[in-house]
């Protein structure tokens, strides 16, 4: 789905070619610590005492479990458990 116009995202290719290639890391990485910052809100809000290493495994699945087969993801999860 999208639901913004042709005019529209012909002017944000615009703003964001008028940008530095520093200017865009930069925006890169801003939204990427921000959507690892809701992401630990979210794991804190629903489980407040999870232990780090839960934290860990628990991080891993909501970004990465998808990425990786169902037996390979396990054995990371564990491995993300067992550490201190």
């Known amino acids: 789905m999208n639901d913004t ?4 995202q012909r002017k944000m290719l615009e703003m964001m070619q ?5 200017e865009r890391l930069f925006m890169g ?3 990427f610590d921000t959507a690892r910052s809701i ?3 979210a794991i804190l809000e629903a489980k407040p005492d999870i232990s780090p ?3 860990r495994a628990e991080f891993f ?4 479990g998808e ?6 993801s396990k054995k ?3 491995a993300l458990l067992q550490k201190p």
């Open 5 to 8: 116009s042709s005019a529209i």
């Open 39 to 41: 992401t630990r809100a």
């Open 61 to 64: 699945q909501r970004w990465y």
């Open 76 to 78: 990371i999860i564990a």
């Open 29 to 31: 990485a801003s939204m």
């Open 18 to 22: 008028e940008k530095s290639e520093v």
């Open 67 to 72: 990425d990786f087969e169902p037996c390979k």
């Open 53 to 55: 290493a839960e934290f």
